[in-house]
């Protein structure tokens, strides 16, 4: 018998390639997608795709859908109760893994190793240590498409934001930015390919700029803040 496995779905590129590639290898059984969402604005955190479209995306991939809701600012106690709580009850359905979409960001996978030993699961990285230039053509190469639903604008220009990936927007990346964004530099929304029954429909929406001040270290005391653009995408 396979193992049941929950897969921590962001909507988006990296979400899509690792499902995908955890689909060909049929060792898990996949109970659910589990989604963070902002809970005063029914987005997908980071990414700020509406629940409408993250809906779809599940109806499409034939998949149950978890929402996890989190509020618009928790603190790390907060969020780690919210996640016990979650985490708890998917266990209790006989889930012994957690699969995540992961590449090479290090403090990351330990910390939800960390967490999911705590409750006697254990994580799965499809993705760990690959290329991610290599992912990213072979993401394309194997029909995936995507939209550049946010950026950060330490590192792109609004320009980026609502642009579908493709060799040109590879090549328009700047030298200090990974190809999949997998530093935080962009993220985004896949609408279609080969793990999905049918294209999402969606139209896109305005470009809106959020500012989210940064934390004061003890070296600094001075005050900042960070710039992201959203290109909203509008269900159809």
Same mark, same amino acid.
């Given at each position: ?21 955890? !689909?060909? *290898?049929? =060792?898990? @059984?996949?109970?659910? +997608? ?10 997908? #955190? /980071? ?5 409408? !479209?993250? *809906?779809? =995306?599940? @109806?499409?991939?034939? +998949? ?10 928790? #603190? /790390? ?11 708890? @009850? ?147």
């Amino acid at each position: 018998m396979k193992q049941k496995a929950i897969f921590n779905w962001s909507s988006g590129k990296d979400s899509s390639l690792a499902l995908y590639k955890i !689909l060909q *290898e049929d =060792q898990f @059984e996949i109970t659910a +997608l589990l989604t963070s969402i902002n809970q005063e604005f029914q987005r997908i #955190s /980071m990414h700020g795709v509406p629940v409408s !479209l993250l *809906e779809k =995306q599940a @109806e499409s991939l034939g +998949l149950p859908l978890v929402k996890m809701e989190i509020p618009k600012e928790p #603190s /790390m106690e907060e969020y780690q109760q919210i996640m016990s709580k979650t985490m708890n @009850e998917i266990k209790s359905q006989g889930v012994t893994h957690s699969i995540f979409g992961d590449i090479f960001l290090e403090d990351l996978r330990t910390y939800r190793e960390e967490q999911l030993q705590s409750i006697g699961m254990k994580a799965v990285f499809p993705l760990w240590k690959q290329n991610t230039s290599d992912l990213i053509h072979e993401f394309l190469d194997l029909g995936f498409k995507t939209i550049v639903t946010c950026v950060n604008e330490t590192y792109l220009d609004k320009s980026f934001a609502g642009r579908i990936i493709d060799e040109d927007f590879i090549k328009d990346l700047p030298e200090n930015v990974d190809p999949c964004g997998e530093n935080g530099e962009f993220h985004t929304f896949t609408f279609d390919g080969p793990i999905f029954k049918n294209p999402i429909a969606f139209e896109i929406g305005d470009t809106v700029k959020k500012t989210y001040p940064k934390p004061k270290s003890d070296e600094t005391s001075e005050e900042g803040e960070y710039v992201f653009w959203f290109c909203d995408l509008i269900s159809k």
